[in-house]
């Protein structure tokens, strides 16, 4: 009985302080999701340094619910495993307003667990168009994503005409929501459909230079990063437009930025150019892969043995 007294106490009085304890994003208990990184049997071989999370650069991005369905399990057994490498998980569509809000919740809280930030992905672009730019609804939008617990508005225009000063409007509009801005530029018209090659020909695409000076403005405007579409220059393209990643990465600054990269191929082409530590989105199904070839564990016959970080000073 005294026993069975005892651990109702120390029950009680556990409950008591963690109530006390002010709660955050990145207060949130994340050890048991990621010991499983630091404990491996495997430590005692050399592995390139990557930095920790809440880290700056080497962000990884991930796709959630679109082309497969994530479930909160899923996740979460993903993360379990992985999540020392995931820095970000994003929706894509719009996916996330089909689900019910339950289940919506514990999706973003699974990936706050793990310390993990969670995407909206470019949906804006449906709501400027279905409201004709109504600021109320863009409003009601960025209100909503806030509640439901989202931490980055991703603000796209793939499909749209939209003056830059009104997408840097949105810019800040977004941050004084309090979500994290981050615009998507590139230099396809029409982008972000997975349209044909010959349908994105036809439409054209803009100088290089076009999307440097949008995403200088939106980073002053507050953007948290710029995230580079891949359409147009690695993607539903014939020829790799590599001056315009050279072109992109000269001219802005490397911890703002992050580049579509959902095909092996692609990913290493970024490691190999900018190093372990570049900025990507990917598919979820590719995490290990890239884990690897950051770390510079494994990859192919090009990039075996060759992608290399120097650890901090101690």
């Known amino acids: 009985m005294r ?48 930095p920790p999370k809440q880290r700056k650069h080497g962000l990884t991005e991930i796709r ?57 992905g470019g949906f804006i672009e449906k709501v400027l168009s279905s409201s004709n730019g109504n600021r109320d609804v863009i409003q009601k939008y960025l209100e909503t994503c806030k509640n439901m617990g989202f ?4 603000l796209s225009s793939g499909f749209l005409s939209i003056p830059t000063e009104d997408w840097a409007d949105l810019v800040e509009m977004a941050s004084k929501a309090g979500l994290k801005p981050k615009p998507e530029v590139g230099i396809q018209w029409g982008a972000g459909g997975d ?22 403005t939106f980073l002053d405007a507050g953007a948290y990063m710029i995230m580079i579409e891949s359409e147009g220059i690695t993607e539903n393209v014939r020829n790799w437009r590599t001056d315009v990643i050279s072109a992109v990465t000269s001219a802005l600054p490397k911890d703002k930025i992050m580049f579509e990269a959902a095909d092996p191929e692609v990913f290493a082409y970024h490691i190999q150019n900018q190093g372990a530590n570049a900025n990507l989105f990917i598919d979820h199904s590719q ?28």
């Not at 349908?199 to 200088?216: F, Q, V």
Request: hydrophobic letters at 40%; charged letters at 20%; aromatic letters at 12%.
């Open 195 to 216: 349209a044909s090659i010959a349908e994105l020909e036809s439409a054209g695409t803009r100088d290089p230079k076009w999307l440097i000076d949008r995403a200088n």
């Open 64 to 120: 959630g619910p679109y082309y497969y369905p994530v479930t909160q399990t899923y996740l979460d057994e993903l993360l379990s495993d992985w999540g020392e490498f995931v820095d970000g998980v994003k929706f894509a569509g719009g996916a996330f307003s089909l689900m019910p809000r339950d289940r919506l919740q514990g999706l973003i809280e699974t990936a706050h667990k793990h310390d993990t930030y969670v995407s909206t």
């Open 151 to 154: 931490d980055v508005l991703e």
């Open 3 to 50: 026993l069975i007294m005892s651990a109702k106490s120390v029950l009680r009085s556990s409950l008591a302080f963690n109530l006390r304890r002010p709660f955050s994003y990145y207060s949130r208990p994340t050890l048991a999701a990621n010991a499983g990184v630091h404990t491996s049997a495997y430590n005692f071989l050399p592995s390139n340094y990557l």
């Open 287 to 314: 995490i290990v892969q890239l884990a690897c070839l950051r770390k510079g564990i494994w990859g192919t016959g090009s990039t075996f043995g060759k992608i290399v970080t120097v650890s901090p000073s101690q």
